[in-house]
């Protein structure tokens, strides 16, 4: 039941841990928080593998997976300028950095769970 949700609850665990790496005022919330991060980042190759491997035809499943790993690192790529650029507009720094990272993930969890098109039915 929970592979339908699988890159939603990777979103919340990688934004929860941004924002407790943000809110941090001693060294405990700056571990779990990394913990989150390294777990959800971990995390997230498989669960896609296996999500395109379970809702795509069996004939584009490599061209679907080929295209997924291209995004993902255009995406490594190209996070750290367009969050640089956005925490230049609230004075930059490392904290900002993380509350943006954990804005923008808690976004993408937002759309992940409303815009979500697979059924449950397309992954038995």
């Known amino acids: 039941k929970l592979k339908r949700w ?3 609850i990777i979103a919340v665990l990688a934004a929860v841990g941004m924002v407790l790496i943000f809110t941090a005022h001693n060294l405990v919330p700056v571990i ?3 913990f989150l991060v390294g777990v959800s980042f971990a995390a997230y ?3 896609n593998m296996t999500f395109i491997c379970s809702v795509v ?3 584009n499943v490599s061209r679907s997976i080929a ?3 291209a995004c993902s690192c255009i995406a490594r790529f190209a996070s750290p300028v367009i969050i640089n650029f956005i925490t230049g507009f609230f ?5 900002t950095n993380f509350i943006v990272s954990g804005i923008g993930l808690a976004a993408v969890f937002v759309l992940l769970l409303i815009l979500n098109p697979v059924k449950n ?3 038995e």
């Open 91 to 95: 004075g930059g720094g490392i904290r």
């Open 121 to 123: 039915s397309d992954l």
């Open 32 to 34: 779990i928080g990394t």
């Open 67 to 69: 295209t997924n790993n």
């Open 57 to 59: 035809k069996q004939e």
């Open 6 to 8: 699988s890159n939603v």
């Open 45 to 47: 190759p498989p669960i």
